[in-house]
């Protein structure tokens, strides 16, 4: 198993309450039924004002790297990327579990 994390932090001048960021947020809480190689599924906003703090984070589960794979190249997941890639960047962190 592969535990999937993702941190994204919003570009200066971007608040949580910003269009492209509710929408982003919306595609992505969509995801976890959209794409069958995902065993867990959680996203959220960041619920703490800490200046180091990120402001959005997806937590996902996989069976393997095959899976992994699957679910990067899955169309409804590029579709988040290059929503999110206008207004926000973003850390990853792939696990074995």
Known sequence: ???HLVLFKLNE???KDDPRAVAGA???ADLGTKIP???EWECGWNVTER???YDFAINS???DAASLQSYLTH???QEGVAHWK???TWVIADIPV
């Open 26 to 28: 919306t595609i992505f």
């Open 37 to 39: 190689q995902l065993r």
């Open 61 to 63: 589960l996989v069976d």
């Open 51 to 53: 200046d180091i703090a």
């Open 1 to 3: 198993m592969i535990r």
């Open 13 to 15: 001048g971007v608040t």
């Open 86 to 88: 206008a207004f926000a």
């Open 75 to 77: 169309p409804a997941h």
